[in-house]
């Protein structure tokens, strides 16, 4: 099964500070890359999502970079808070549904 | 605003019996999900449907089947519910198909002892 590889499974940083998180695939034929925010008790929520047609994208402090190459692409959190304490999941979509990965939770520290 | 909604937060089921989870979406979305969320493995997709009365396994359809007789509502069953199905499942439904854009409920833990 084609898989979607996420790191790391959990991030401290300080507030202020960058967060990045890594995501992995592995067939060229993904053709959709978006981020799910997910809050403890309630559900995943879409972040920001990104096609294979460019390399990076920006809404607010939240910043995709798509490495097609490399078969990468990341999440970065510029200046983090503590509300963006969440776990948050990469998912890819192979021409049918989204494949996730297995997430990160990401802690922000005042 | 859209509005995916589970009908349990929590339920507590005893191994063996029939277990329904529902799911109502008040968007007119075509397209609907059943997803279970398991620590360490993320979101693993069970059923969907792209239409009333259609269906198509996901990845991880054993044990379990669903139903959908009207647009807005979707159902998961659990046949006989077993320990390993202990999980939180997650609803989720979406204008456009194949994954774009995925508006989620907010999740039903299921425990069975």
């Known amino acids: 099964q084609q898989q979607v590889k996420q790191s790391p499974q959990s991030l401290i940083v300080q507030k202020g500070g960058i967060s990045i998180i890594n995501c992995a695939y592995e067939n060229t034929a993904f053709d959709y890359f978006p981020w799910y925010q997910q809050f403890p008790g309630k559900g995943p929520a879409l972040l920001i999502a990104?096609?294979?047609?460019?390399s990076e994208k920006k809404e607010g402090r939240f910043t995709i970079s798509f490495n097609k190459s490399a078969k990468q692409f990341s999440l970065h959190i510029m200046d983090s808070q503590p509300g963006d304490s969440a776990t948050y999941f990469c998912a890819a979509r192979p021409r049918g549904n989204l494949i996730f990965g297995k997430g990160t939770k990401l802690s922000v520290k005042p | 605003d859209v509005k995916v909604t589970q009908s349990s937060r929590y339920l507590v089921k005893r191994t063996g019996e029939k277990v329904f989870l529902e799911c109502v979406q008040d968007?007119?979305?075509?397209?609907m999900f059943w997803y279970r969320q398991d620590p360490g493995l993320g979101l693993r997709l069970i059923y969907f449907?792209?239409?009333?009365?259609?269906?198509e396994k996901g990845d991880i359809p054993e044990g379990y089947s669903v139903s959908r007789e009207k647009k807005e509502r979707f159902s998961l069953i659990l046949e006989s519910a077993s320990t390993n199905q202990t999980s939180m499942y997650l609803c989720?439904?979406?204008?456009?198909?194949?994954?774009?854009?995925?508006?989620f409920g907010s999740g039903t833990q299921l425990s069975v002892l």
């Open positions: 989720a439904s979406s204008l456009q198909g194949f994954g774009e854009k995925l508006f």
């Open positions: 449907s792209y239409d009333v009365k259609m269906k």
């Open positions: 968007m007119d979305h075509e397209n």
């Open positions: 990104i096609r294979p047609d460019v």
